[in-house]
């Protein structure tokens, strides 16, 4: 107890005055060292900024190098020496190759400034016999008495870089800082191009980083002399004569930095840090010694009052503790029942919100559906309801990531907040789909200008890591009561016409019509029917008959897809085709129709040489090598000869053309296979394909032929795609001929061949092989009574 109460009152006074005395002289000690460290911190920011200076000058200097190179190396240059190589007069040539060099040059002259002022004060090109060519300041006699001639001569030609060089010159005005470059021309140097730099701008180039919180004096050291860029240690202004070197070496710190890409450096000269302008001066340690008495006076006052009030500050200190104790007790007691209540609002607001939008998510949106839907029903007032789905959205995410995808799906959620009314519902239901709640809509009219509101504030692009993106979205509407009276049907129904939306091309809003409820269930029972016929074997191929319009025989068929479904009779290739596109069953659709045609085609060759013509989707060419591997797989499979395989593709795939497609079309011509271009003048018709890719053939649309005999315009434009057939060597195929007199014009317009109803329609493979039967016996009668009557 003794030795306890003598450590708390004494001992521990004692042993804070001893802290208190070290720490005193730790300060002290510590003080000497700043100051210490200090020093060496100002040479390294000195020799920081100077480093700085010199290779703002090095890339002042690169940058016009590289312009000087540019100018050398221009094909007005060239043309010039080439004239002039050529032996061409002033007056045929020499003249206008020199008037164009004068104009490159001066261009380069006058436009070459910072802040207004010139880069350059004299560019001229000189040939190696010291006679100038061009001069942009021809007042005064240019000087070259100085100019290496003979080293830039030496001077090894590169393709990649010419060299060039900067000196210094002494001119009666100073010192002048020069470009100097070797024009070459095939391969040999052929002229000097020599640029002199603005003495003046060269200054401002410094001046513009010049310190004002010290004296300093800088300049820039060359081996001929130094050009001065300011001396503030004098009171006078840059012109003023710098202070000796000598004098500057014993009293201030000197730094220098090479200039880059030169033999220059930068020399500087920088006042030090006095002691009088710095916290840890010796004035400073003087005053903390000082201090030291008052502060050991005060613990001798202390020690003295301590015994007395010891009784004291232990009942005081034992109070506080106890008040301390159980105030603590109740802050943490507040602080649980806060984190509580805090903990229950966030799963509330996490079960009803999006985390990421932080807007109402499925559920919460169908409870304010049924709240909105029970004061409709008690105020007789409408609900809009919005589908809202974004157009490519898997696109974008799969190309830009998720991040990026997240960033458009907020940014998404702003853009529907700040285009309704703080009483509408904007909710996201999941993925890229959003629901939007309009309550007391007035109408149609109301709900058309706020989808074209919508619709309209996606034209903005969306901004995500500086870069712009566009996107566009679709919106399905349907309003209660009138297509719903409970939430299920009004989502259901504007989910339908959300699709109808998606059908008809994206970027558009449809109201929900009860019609479209027989569309989408069509729909969907043609999908899962035609995955059911592909693997019957239900779709078959018919083929159409190709004639050679002047003798009337076969010469190729079309094959052509069929299928008679059970349930559904008769389905057109225009509405599966599509489905069977969007799907992804094209694929396996186009293989099956491919390598049953070419089995087909090859067991008739023996009949009669004819040509295949498969029609291609536009989707099996996203994966261009397995197709083209698939195609040479099919045709050494069957024994087709490549040469019998017309490829027959639309004119939108090649819109969107690429190497690769480039690449596979060139392989296949390369094989033998020909390429033909289907219902020729209906899609994006373009000269220029016909000049990139390798046709053979192109088919004349049926919509043309049929209306020859009434519409002027359709047949000027079948003679004019004749014409243009015949310049370019392409052979013709019109389709849809129907009488001898669409057959007999087509044929005196030199059309070669042609298909349709008046031949034959598209029949089965065995009633086209009697077809070929047939048109072989024709011929080989022909060729008898040609044998009988000239033989």
């Known amino acids: 107890m003794v030795i306890k109460k003598w450590f708390s009152s004494k001992t521990a006074i004692i042993l804070a005055a001893v802290v208190l ?93 910072i802040n207004g002022i010139p880069i ?50 002494n001119t009666p005005a100073g010192l002048k800082i020069k470009i ?28 513009t980083q010049r310190q004002n919180n010290n004296n300093n004096h800088i300049q820039l050291s060359t081996p001929i002399g130094n050009i001065q860029a300011w001396n503030s240690f004098t009171a006078s202004n840059t012109k003023s004569s710098p202070v000796p ?27 030090p840090v006095g002691e009088q302008d710095i916290f840890t001066s010796g004035w400073f340690v003087l005053g903390i010694s000082i201090l030291a008495f008052p502060v050991l006076m005060g613990l001798y006052y202390l020690m003295r009052i ?93 190309t830009l990531g998720h991040g990026a995808g997240d960033q458009i799906l907020q940014q998404t959620s702003e853009r529907l907040i700040s285009s309704v009314r703080n009483t509408d519902t904007v909710a996201r239901l999941g ?13 149609e009219k109301a709900a058309q200008d706020l989808a074209c509101k919508i619709l309209t504030s996606f034209e903005q692009p969306f901004h995500i890591d500086n870069q712009e993106f566009f996107t566009s979205t679709s919106i399905g509407m349907s309003i209660y009561p009138q297509d719903g009276k409970t939430p299920k049907n009004l989502l259901k129904n504007a989910d339908t016409a959300l699709y109808r939306v998606k059908e008809a091309g994206r970027n558009g809003f449809s109201f929900y019509e009860p019609s479209m409820n027989h569309d989408v269930q069509r729909n969907l029972l043609l999908n899962s029917r035609l995955r059911q016929a592909i693997s019957n074997n239900e779709l078959v191929l018919y083929y159409q008959p190709i004639i050679d319009l002047k003798t009337r025989k076969i010469i190729a068929a079309e094959a052509l897809l069929r299928w008679q479904d059970k349930q559904l009779g008769s389905i057109a290739p225009d509405e599966f085709i599509p489905l069977a596109e969007k799907n992804g069953l094209i694929h396996i659709i186009g293989e099956r129709a491919l390598e049953q045609a070419c089995t087909q085609a090859a067991e008739w060759q023996s009949i009669s040489p004819v ?79 016909l000049q990139k890719f390798s046709f053979s053939t192109l088919k004349i649309d049926r919509a043309f032929i049929s209306n020859m005999a009434t519409n002027s315009a359709d047949m000027s434009l079948v003679t004019a795609i004749l014409a243009m057939a015949s310049a370019l060597k392409l052979t013709v195929i019109a389709e849809g001929i129907e009488n001898d007199w669409q057959a007999d014009l087509l044929e005196r317009q030199q059309c070669e061949y042609g298909q349709g109803y008046l031949f034959s329609k598209a029949v089965s493979a065995a009633e086209f092989k009697k077809l070929l039967l047939k048109d072989n016996q024709c011929k080989t009668l022909e060729s008898l009574e040609y044998q009988t009557k000239y033989v």
């Not at 920011?45 to 190098?65: I, P, R, S």
């Not at 993925?431 to 109408?443: A, M, V």
Request: aromatic letters at 8%; charged letters at 20%; glycine letters at 4%.
């Open 21 to 113: 005395i070290a720490y005193l002289i730790l300060i002290l000690a510590v003080t000497n060292l700043g100051q210490q460290r200090l020093k060496e911190s100002q040479y390294n920011e000195l020799q920081l900024k100077v480093t700085n200076y010199a290779d703002t000058l090095g890339f002042f200097f690169e940058v016009n190098q590289d312009n000087i190179d540019n100018i050398a190396t221009d094909k007005t240059m060239r043309t010039f020496f080439a004239n002039l190589a050529s032996g061409m007069s002033m007056e045929y040539g020499l003249g206008s190759s020199l008037f164009n060099l004068n104009k490159l040059i001066g261009d380069l002259a006058r436009s070459g400034n």
């Open 120 to 169: 350059y004060e004299r560019i001229a090109l000189v040939d190696l016999n010291r006679r100038p060519i061009v001069d942009t300041n021809q007042d005064t006699t240019l000087n070259i008495s100085q100019i290496p001639f003979s080293e830039m001569e030496e001077n090894t030609f590169s393709k990649t870089k010419h060299p060039s060089k900067i000196i210094a010159i």
């Open 180 to 207: 100097v470059q070797t024009v070459y021309y095939q391969n040999k140097p052929s002229a000097l191009l020599i640029a002199e730099i603005n003495h003046n701008l060269l200054i401002r180039q410094l001046l």
């Open 245 to 271: 070197i000598d004098d500057i070496h014993n009293a201030h710190i000197y730094v220098e930095a090479p200039i880059r890409g030169t033999i220059f450096s930068l020399e500087a000269w920088f006042e």
């Open 306 to 398: 301590n015994k007395a009030n010891i009784i004291l500050h232990t009942k005081v200190e034992l109070s506080t503790k106890q008040q301390t104790i159980l105030a603590e007790q109740n802050t943490k007691l507040q602080t649980e029942v806060t984190k509580r209540k805090q903990s229950e609002q966030e799963l509330v607001h996490q079960a009803n919100h999006d985390s990421l939008t932080q807007l109402p998510n499925r559920s919460c949106s169908q409870n304010r559906l049924i709240r909105a839907i029970n004061h409709s029903q008690r105020d007789n007032t409408q609900i809009l309801i919005m589908f809202i789905d974004l157009d490519n959205f898997k696109q974008i995410n799969d």
């Open 431 to 443: 993925g890229d789909e959003f629901l939007l709640i309009i309550p007391k809509i007035t109408g």
């Open 611 to 689: 040509k295949i013509a498969v029609n291609f989707s536009c989707v099996q060419f996203r994966y261009c090598d397995q197709l083209l591997l698939k195609i040479r797989e099919i045709l050494k499979k069957s024994g087709l000869p490549a040469n019998k395989l017309e490829m027959e593709v639309t004119e939108s795939l090649l819109i969107n053309q690429d190497d690769n497609l480039m690449s596979m079309l060139e392989e296949l011509k390369a094989d033998g296979v020909q390429l033909s271009i289907d219902d020729f003048g209906t899609g994006y018709s373009a000269l220029s394909y």
